[in-house]
C-alpha cells in the first residue's frame, strides 16, 4: 500500500529516481567489471554486441579448442591468433560502431558500441 | 559396385555408407573423359599400375593436444605409416593444409619430420592455421618457393594437371573462404590453351563449393573457379579443412574432402559449433585417415580410396 502510493502520488519524484539511479549505474559499472570480456566459444563471440562507454578496455577471451581472432572490419584493431585461453585487450577511445570478426573464421562477426563518455557533459 | 558401367548401381549415399561401414574407401577412376561410375577399393587395387596414384593427406595440425586427440603426431605417424605399405606406392603427396595448428617453427618442423617419412614428394597448399604468423614468413619460407601469391601453382604429372589453390587469406567478415582476382585471373591464364581433355585436379584447403555457410565451410568465389574449369572433361576438387569425407559430383566435376590425421569435426549443423569433435578412443582413428588417388589413362575412370587408420 506504502509502495503503490508513492509511485502514483509521486510519479515526477519516481522518474527522477529511476534517472538517478541509472546515472549511478553507469558510474558504478567500471568499478565493478573494469574490463568488460567478450568470450569466444563454439565459434562465437559473447555477447555478439557489447555496448561500452569511451575509454573502456575490452578483453576477448578464447574458451575454444581452436585458435580465433579478433580483427576489426576497418582494420582499427587486430589480435595476433588466440590459442585456448588467450585474451586480447583493446581500449576504445573514441565513441562509434565498431564491427570485428574472425579472420580466420569469418562467419564469426562481433559488434562493440563505444558510448560518448557520460556524467561530463 | 566395381564394375565400369554401375550406372544403374547404388546411389552416391549409398556407396558413401559402405565406404564408411566397411573402412576403405570410394574410388573414382577418369581419364580424359566425365567420371560416371565408382566403385569401393578392390577396383582400385585391381586396376593396372600404369595410370598414376598420388595420396592426399590433410589437416595434421600438428601442434594441437586437446581431449579430441591430445597426440597428433602419433596419429600422424600412423597415417604415414599406412602410406608406406600401400600396395601402389603412390607417386607423390598433396597435403591440402593445416599442416601445424598455430604455424610455430618447432611444428613446422615436426610435421616435416614425421611427413619426410613417406619419403614421397610432397605439394602443399597453406590452410589458414598455417599462416597465423606476421605475413605467413614461415610457410612461404619452407613451402611457397617457386608458387605465386599467397602459395598457389600448377605442376604436370603424367598427363593430368594439377592446380594448388589458396583459399584462406583476406577472408572477409561475414564471407567464406577466399580465391580473390588476383588468384583467379592466373588461374583463367594457367587454364588456357589447355585442352579439355586435359584431367584436372584443383586441390585447395577450404572446401571449393559451400559445404555449410553456417560453419564457412565453402569459397565466397569458387563458383568463379569452377566456371573457368567447366569446358574440360574431368575436373577432381580436393579439399580439406572440414574434417570429414564428403563427395559431390556436379557435371564434370567431382568434389571431395579428406580425412585429417588429427582430430574429427562435426557433421554439417551436428553440433554447436564446428570444433574438434571428442569421440571415443576406440572410435577416433576410424575417423582419421588420408585418401588415395588413382588416374589411369585410357579409361573413363578417376579412384579416390578414403583410408582410415582404423576400420
Known amino acids: 500500500m506504502v509502495m503503490r502510493t508513492r509511485v502514483t502520488g509521486h510519479r515526477f519524484t519516481a522518474a527522477l529516481g529511476v534517472t538517478a539511479f541509472l546515472a549511478i549505474g553507469l558510474l558504478a559499472l567500471p568499478a565493478q567489471a573494469e574490463e568488460p570480456t567478450v568470450k569466444i566459444d563454439n565459434f562465437t563471440f559473447n555477447p555478439p554486441t557489447l555496448k561500452v562507454a569511451a575509454g573502456t578496455t575490452v578483453t576477448w577471451k578464447n574458451e575454444d579448442d581452436i585458435p580465433h581472432t579478433v580483427a576489426s572490419v576497418t582494420r582499427t584493431f587486430k589480435s595476433k591468433a588466440l590459442d585456448t585461453d588467450d585474451s586480447y585487450t583493446f581500449t576504445f577511445t573514441t565513441a562509434g560502431v565498431y564491427e570485428y570478426f574472425c579472420s580466420l573464421h569469418p562467419h564469426m562477426k562481433g559488434t562493440i558500441v563505444v558510448e560518448a563518455k557520460t556524467g561530463s557533459n | ?311
Request: with cysteine; charged share 20%.
Open chain 2, 1 to 311: 559396385m566395381t564394375t565400369d558401367d554401375d550406372k544403374h548401381g547404388p546411389s552416391r549415399r549409398k556407396v558413401l555408407e559402405c565406404m564408411t561401414w566397411a573402412g576403405t574407401g570410394v574410388l573414382w577412376t577418369v581419364a580424359g573423359g566425365v567420371p560416371t561410375s565408382m566403385g569401393l577399393i578392390d577396383g582400385a587395387i585391381a586396376a593396372e599400375t600404369k595410370g598414376l596414384t598420388f595420396l592426399q593427406i590433410s589437416d595434421s595440425h600438428v601442434g594441437f593436444d586437446k581431449p579430441a586427440n591430445p597426440n597428433v603426431l602419433s596419429t600422424l605417424e600412423e597415417a604415414i605409416e599406412r602410406v608406406k605399405t600401400l600396395p601402389v606406392q603412390p607417386s607423390f603427396m598433396i597435403h591440402t593444409g593445416d599442416i601445424t595448428h598455430l604455424s610455430k617453427p618447432k611444428e613446422f618442423d615436426d610435421a616435416d619430420k614425421m611427413i619426410s617419412q613417406a619419403k614421397l614428394d610432397v605439394h602443399y597448399v597453406p590452410g589458414e592455421h598455417d599462416i597465423l604468423d606476421e605475413e605467413a614468413k614461415l610457410y612461404r619460407e619452407r613451402y611457397g618457393r617457386g608458387a605465386k601469391g599467397a602459395g598457389w601453382y600448377s605442376f604436370d604429372a603424367n598427363g593430368v594437371h594439377f592446380i594448388g589453390l589458396v583459399n584462406v587469406v583476406n577472408l572477409k567478415a561475414g564471407g567464406l573462404g577466399n580465391l580473390g582476382d588476383e588468384q583467379l585471373e592466373w588461374l583463367e591464364a594457367d587454364l588456357k590453351g589447355r585442352s579439355a581433355s586435359t584431367p584436372i585436379v584443383v586441390f585447395a584447403h577450404i572446401p571449393l563449393w559451400v559445404v555449410y555457410k553456417e560453419w564457412g565451410w565453402g569459397t565466397e568465389d569458387g563458383g568463379r573457379a569452377l566456371e573457368y574449369l567447366k569446358r574440360f572433361g574431368s575436373v577432381t576438387v580436393l579439399n580439406g579443412h572440414i574434417h570429414q569425407v564428403m563427395q559431390k559430383v556436379e557435371g564434370n566435376v567431382t568434389f571431395h574432402t579428406a580425412q585429417s590425421t588429427a582430430f574429427p569435426q562435426p557433421a554439417p549443423g551436428s553440433a554447436p559449433s564446428p570444433g574438434p569433435m571428442k569421440v571415443p578412443d576406440d572410435k577416433l582413428r576410424t575417423l582419421l585417415g588420408t585418401a588415395n588417388v588413382t588416374f589411369k589413362q585410357g579409361e573413363q575412370r578417376l579412384a579416390i580410396i578414403d583410408q582410415p587408420l582404423k576400420s
